[in-house]
């Protein structure tokens, strides 16, 4: 076998058996040998942003690391937004990037760039196989540090494809890295029990139904509170679950909220941080003197830390108090941010996966979406747009028989739009739902926030997408997904229902 | 006035009066002192390959370069591609990306990356401005980097824009570099007068209209052929123009056309090296024992040079041979890449500007179009594609007096389908032409020529984008552009002409 079957086979047998692509020359062989390797589904996007996009949400929903093919320096620069963002969810993608033979790099070809240099910022492994005998155990070690949530880029030379290879390579399993500190549960422990005002603020592992089930308990033992980071990779929520608020993203409205805190303990979180800097704001938005103590960091297992720390405390299932939750009624009239919060919790189907780009429309989203039907919830951690539709697109690979709804607004969701064209092609079952409101709507709120002043027409010019009129239906439509525009909370009801309803993909313009 | 302003002041005293736009919270002070700055004009884009894709397309019909304004890492990112492009065109840009404010960097909020890391591959400058002071004489030094054909990068932290400036910089003139070397004349004449076989390979400013005609002079007095690179910057074309050909793309095609020389002279061109490696074929095109020569690298004055070395050889107007040329007549029926080629050499109007990205389609584009109205025609040489819609955009920004024509195919197209909004919205002189073969048509002749044998199924699918087919009059429709698809040559040639009688922006899909 050459190099470049040798790395199929190694990452079908390191469990790595979906791999988003857009080739192009110096990847053909490796598409050439998807033809003789069972157990590799390959999924084209017409835009690198896609392709690394789908491969987190991908990650996300199955914890396994998804493998991306891309054209060479340019191909891996247009994945980088994406790998940014996936970066930042600790989402594990083995990144495989076509270079030129070796022997023809150094001729500065057209397409001929640094691409290590390009791969380093959004990478935890970067690797030059530097021949086709070395591609199999190069791609063996880019899975190992993908399994562990982080992002390994194998740039694979034409030659080290097409020449001949010895065979695949096993993935070493992975140190038994500590589960969690115990010393850390202690510590927890003493502080919940002092009484002084208290925060549990958490993320990743922590944020399953269990971990916030523990989490419940601990807070109805001790009066402590629970809340998620401003964003998370993915958030267990809906009715029966315990509903927790984030901390709010303007830091006006996050102040007060930390500020009746003496004590923080960080469960995989972050010291609570503003997305950005404003003048004559903080940067670190915990109160003075307010100490921060950490249970678990990523990679340890939060889940199992809850759990001790509730033993600790001898915190029992009753304690958790029960939920008030939202009641859902029917939205009418105009199409309101709380009107669509509502026909959204009406919606979300039993299971379903929603991603969440719904930036200022979807502020009020979670009250009313913490009593729709049990669901898992996904956020951009890194704060690049065009995120929500390839994620939703790999967490539909990754989940066929859940129900994805994206929500996104208007200027993210034109940039990796392309993403509609491949949830028609694999025939994926998400539904769309773009917020029209023809703005960078949070730009607005931005403006006034680093003192600006108030915006003259030329600024306004830069922050508002009015001119032309984006039309949604259209679009989807190239793409051969079925779209519809809505103008009232009714027909945004009505849509959802059908979308839901049926699988496949749809799209609805929500007309602001 | 702020950092932020003193950077607009300096940007336009410098010459730099056109800014492409994809702003986010950090770039909000340079937004805001649009409003209060004349002369610089700001085009927004929906995603940022538009808005680097647009300043290369700016620079190459100027000669100035236009800035470009970046969100953080990520915008920066999504640019790169074209960046690169922009990088091997010569096409100078000055890169104005944003940062978190200084003091907020080191707390990893979501958007934080390295910056400079991601600028450093595609960009000759790149500098963080530490404080708002040095704003106005970092930008004036970037804007002199971008003057001489080079990407500059300057990173711009929130705080550097919000504090007080001191005031505007001065760009240095840059120094009087050699224009060309005399020398150099004096060896391509020694060479030319030899009478062994000789190649005249030209690229960059000896493709002016002046440049050629002096190359039809040598080549009329000496004998020597006169070709250009595969791929150029900017080539004047049309009746009454030296008509010469490219180096072909294809190997197996280039090999015996170079095989009859024994002489290259190179004027900014390079070494004749092939765009991939293939199995069993040569890296570098030149025959065996064929000497290499440079009149002019880039950055010197090669019509000068090309002037000079007329003068020593002799060669006066009337030693340029008579051009023989194709004649143009209306094409009928199928749309084959003849009949696409004669109805778009019939189309070009009189100082037309053809950007070409039409990869397979376009290969016979140059025989016809020779005897097409004078006109200039644009190429990518970097190979990443979703280059010709953002450089079309930009060329029709810095001519508008002149009406862009846009090859692309639909697989390049689907890159940066985002550049039809900005021309929807800047009623920008541009139709766009997609070659809707529903294919990665060129992947189809790189399988065999990679020697990965027929394509099965699998890697069928990985080269197909049929499936569902794209609609790309629906899909310009969305972006407020009106497009037409045409079934035969009969109905191009009537869209064709229906789209230069009048200005603004239209899109044409040729079905395949």
Partial sequence: MNGA?????????????????????????FVAALDRVEGMRCVLGLFEGVVSGAADGYFRMTGRPAATLLHLGPGLANALANLHNAKKANSGIVNIIGQHATYHIDYNAPLTSDIEALARPMSAFVRTSPDAESVARDGAAAIAVARQGQIASLILPADTAWNQADGIAEVEPAEAGASYAPRAVEEAARVLRGGEPALLLMTGSALSAHGLELAARIAGKTGCQVMGQTYNPLMARGRGRFAIDRIPYVIDQALPILQQFRHIILVEASDPVAFFAYPNKP???????????????????SVAALEALAGVLGAKPHDAQPQPQMALTPPSGALTPAAIAMAIALAIPDNGIVVDESITTGRGFFPPTAAAAPHDWLQNMGGSIGFSPPVATGAAVACPDRKVICLVGDGSAMYTLQSLW?????????????????????????????????????ALDMLSIDRPTLDWVSLAKGMGVEGRAVHSAEQLCAALTAAVAEPGPRLIEVVM
């Fill in 5 to 29: 079957e040798s790395l199929v086979r190694t990452l079908v047998q390191g469990g790595v058996e979906v791999c988003f692509a857009n080739p192009g020359t110096s990847e053909m062989h």
């Fill in 283 to 301: 940067s670190l938005l915990k109160p003075n003197g307010c100490q921060v103590h950490r249970l678990t960091a990523h990679g340890e297992r």
């Fill in 422 to 458: 491949t949830q028609a092609r694999e025939r994926l079952d998400v539904t769309t739902v773009v917020f029209a409101n023809r703005n960078y709507q949070i730009l607005r709120g931005e403006f006034a926030g680093v003192e600006a002043g108030a915006p003259g027409q030329r």
